[in-house]
Structures are given as structure tokens and as C-alpha cells.
Nanobody, 111 residues
């Protein structure tokens, strides 16, 4: 079955960095786009980034210039590198493929 498993979240000070990972199984990983979303407390889930099968990327305006997304097809893993983190980046981060979601990983940025 399809599984997406995120990791790499944690507590970091403003201006710091984190790298999230999403390991995907149950699909032909190399031929599929994978997305990242986040949900802050009391807010709706919002789209953050996507990487296509040929590693074209697109990011939300709120994270452009600070976040990058990449993939390693040999490891069936997508990464979200987050730099210059801000308190407003605090959220649970999820990776997504079609109707499938991971369990999420918590990112907390302290001011």
C-alpha cells in the first residue's frame, strides 16, 4: 500500500534551518510528483512546495528564497530544506501524493 513517512521536524530558533524528509513507498516514485503542505494551529492546511518527476520545483510565495525541495529517486525520498526559519513557519508539515498523506512532522520556530 502507499505510505509516506515524514521526519526531521523539531524546535529551532528563528533564523535557523531544518531539513525534512519524506520517504515514499507503494508507488513508482521516480515517475511521480510529490508535494509538501503545512498546517499551523487554528489554520487550514496550505500548500508549500511541489517537485515533479523531472525535479522541476515550485514553492509558495511565503517560502520562496528560503525553502528548497529536492528528491533522491534511489532512496524514494523527497526533502524540504528550510532556511531562515520564521515563527510563522511553525506548523505540522506533511508530504502528499494524490489522496495519500503522511502522518506529519512538527516544526516549531521560536522567536
Amino acid at each position: 500500500q502507499v505510505q509516506l513517512v515524514e521526519s526531521g521536524g523539531g524546535l529551532v530558533q528563528a533564523g535557523g534551518s531544518l531539513r525534512l524528509s519524506c520517504v515514499v513507498s507503494g508507488i513508482m516514485f521516480s515517475t511521480n510528483a510529490i508535494g509538501w503542505y503545512r498546517q499551523a494551529p487554528g489554520k487550514q492546511r496550505e500548500w508549500v512546495a511541489v517537485i515533479t518527476s523531472i525535479s522541476r520545483t515550485n514553492l509558495a510565495d511565503s517560502v520562496k528564497g528560503r525553502f528548497t525541495v529536492s528528491r533522491d529517486n534511489a532512496k524514494s525520498t523527497v526533502y524540504l530544506q528550510m532556511n531562515s526559519l520564521k515563527p510563522e513557519d511553525t506548523a505540522v508539515y506533511y508530504c502528499n501524493w494524490h489522496e495519500y498523506w503522511g502522518q506529519g512532522t512538527q516544526v516549531t520556530v521560536s522567536s
